[in-house]
């Protein structure tokens, strides 16, 4: 790539490398723009004599091309490309999702490619119109060879980030107190309803038990009944790990208990398991106030119907300090 100060006559099929504004701010033509003969005019009716401009050489490919080939690639799900100008894309979600991120992948196109990527955070929740990413290329022009290589890891490892729709979610939720189920529903039921209408979620199942093993137990059947995409357990108790109370109920209707301890702070105490296809967890504490928690990072993943592993759970810790 090479950049000169051209007449604005020898300029078509050429890269602009600045943007021109006329005199009140308005812009004339963006950077990056590919110079054509209406422009040349348009450049000239301005009173513009010469530009700076530059062209591609031999086994490289434009910026904004660049960019078009890679984002093809970089995403699947309820998402849709906008290109921009200056070699950018940006990828807007069509409808509410949670956003799923490869990091590794992530890592290694943004410490080795000259195209950037820059993603919300892992399962986070999106809104219908929200940007979700934005690709951005170097200056005017990619090496071809580096284009190709980029492409084909993209072939070959999937997309980096994926926009998992979250279509007619429900939640079940388990109140439960040694003494009384009620008391832990009249603690905790407003925290939990303020979390779960950002999904849409205004009137949850609920069932309040005692917090026994034949009582827990019931009442996770009860929910389990109805169908929710996941179940929440808010214990007044802290557990003592997968083999207290809730745990116990939980093996005993069948669950794979997933993880027991989250890197995140509040939320240490957090229960994963899976009933088939339905998320349970068991997060006592974090009912209490409607400050984020290890909850609000669980749960945009469980309403899209993800299934999450221990090893994801592992990997919150590095920003799980939410507070």
Known sequence: MRAQTVDVRESIGRVLCCTIFRPDGRKVLSKGHIINDDDMRLLESEGMRRVWVTELEEGEVGEDDAVQQVTSLVACGAVEIR?????????????????????ELLRQINC??????????????????????????????????????????????????????????????????PASGEQARQLFEKAARYRLEKFGI????????????????QGLLRLLRSRPTAILVASTTAPAG???????????????????????????????????????????????????????????????????SGWEIGALGHGGLLG
């Open 112 to 177: 080795t490619a000259s195209i950037v990527i820059a993603t919300v955070q892992n399962f986070n929740f999106c809104g219908a119109g929200q940007r979700i990413a934005t690709v951005k290329s170097a200056p005017f022009a990619v090496a071809q060879s580096e284009l190709d290589a980029l492409v084909s890891i993209l072939q070959e490892r999937g997309p980096v980030l994926q926009a998992r729709p979250i279509r007619h979610p429900s939640v079940g939720i388990l109140y439960s107190d």
């Open 83 to 103: 290109m921009a100008t200056g070699g950018r894309a940006n990828l807007v979600s069509t409808e509410d999702c949670c956003v799923l991120v490869d990091d």
């Open 242 to 308: 997968p083999k207290d109370v809730i745990g116990r109920a939980m093996t005993k209707i069948g669950c794979h208990l997933e993880r027991f301890l989250a890197p995140v702070e509040p939320g240490n105490f957090l229960l994963l398991a899976f009933k088939d296809d339905i998320g349970i967890v068991s997060a006592p504490g974090c009912f209490r106030s409607i400050k984020p928690n290890a909850v609000d990072l669980v749960l945009p993943p469980l309403l899209a119907r993800y299934r999450i």
């Open 202 to 217: 205004f009137q949850p199942m609920s069932v309040a038990v005692a917090e026994d093993d034949v009582s827990v137990t």
